[in-house]
């Protein structure tokens, strides 16, 4: 690793409320939020609103532990990566120790307080999800194999089943099929952010599946991939927690997504270096957009089934 690939350290102590927020990875943040609120809207049972608000704010804490965890984890490969070597840690203006400790700290609070909050077994599964991304996803198979993405995306895929059970719990299938779309989608949202930051992947020894098996097998897996995800999505139209609005959504939505799975399939290397990776960023900005609209189409039947009007009933 050569000198120039590291930026020049800050003097440790010059950190301000924004680098600790930052730690939180609030962009991931907002979509564990997101996720969580529409799986505890959709729930079938009312909940009253203090313990609802609770719910979510301590999923969100939750969340923001596993990202401080895993910036401290990573932060030699962060320091390597263009993407990341501005974030806290690398650029020295937050120390490792410092990220542990508020990771663990707000771990701790958070599940404890959503288990008195809500309910023991909604505690138990934010735990879970924290130890699978910090443990599972961040530890073990980020940096040993290509299908780190693909299983380690079961952590970020929890959060609607956990905003669900808050709100009932127990366990049921819609929640677990709000979870698999989730799960899904990670793949080739990932992937086609590796395609065009393979470098840094690279030069950080990360075994992304662009490193190990090369550009052209990772579009052939995004679009195996999203043609399973669309099948799901417009399937989960046809069940309780979808409707007409769900999905016509679901079908605009996937029938997009297919097409950018298919211009990705169909580039080549010399193609893609001369354009720039034009192609896969657009399929990774609709990506950005894919899950929250999903989302809140579900959202959507939900808010409506009060009133007679959503789902299919």
Known sequence: ????????????????????FALLKPRVMSLVVFTAFVGLMAAPVPV???????????????GGASGALNMWWDSDIDRIMRRTRNRPIPSGRVERGEALG????????????????ANILAGA????????Y????????????????????LAGAFPPLIGWVA????????????????????????????LFMRSDYDDAGVPMLTVTHGRRATRIHILVY????????????????GGPVYLAVAVVLNLLFLLGALRIARRDEADSEADNFAVERRFFKLSLLY????????LAEAMLKPWGLGGWA
């Open 48 to 62: 009253h609103p203090m313990i609802g608000f609770c719910a979510i704010l301590f999923i969100a804490v939750g």
């Open 1 to 20: 690793m050569s000198d120039a690939s590291i930026q020049p350290q800050a003097q440790i102590g010059e950190a301000g409320f924004g680098d600790y």
């Open 226 to 241: 999203t043609v399973l995800l669309a099948a799901l999505a417009v399937g989960m139209g046809f069940t309780s927690i």
């Open 134 to 153: 910090v443990v599972v996803y961040s530890m073990w198979l980020k940096r040993s194999t290509p299908q780190n993405i693909v299983i380690g995306g």
């Open 167 to 194: 709100a009932t719990g127990e366990m049921a299938i819609e929640p677990w099929l709000m979870v698999a779309l989730t799960f899904m989608w990670t793949p080739p949202h990932f992937w086609a952010l590796a």
């Open 291 to 298: 899950l929250f609209l999903h989302f809140g189409a579900i």
């Open 125 to 132: 599964l934010l735990a879970f999800t924290i130890f699978f």
């Open 102 to 117: 508020l990771g663990i700290a707000l771990s701790g609070f958070s599940v404890v307080m959503l288990a008195l909050a």
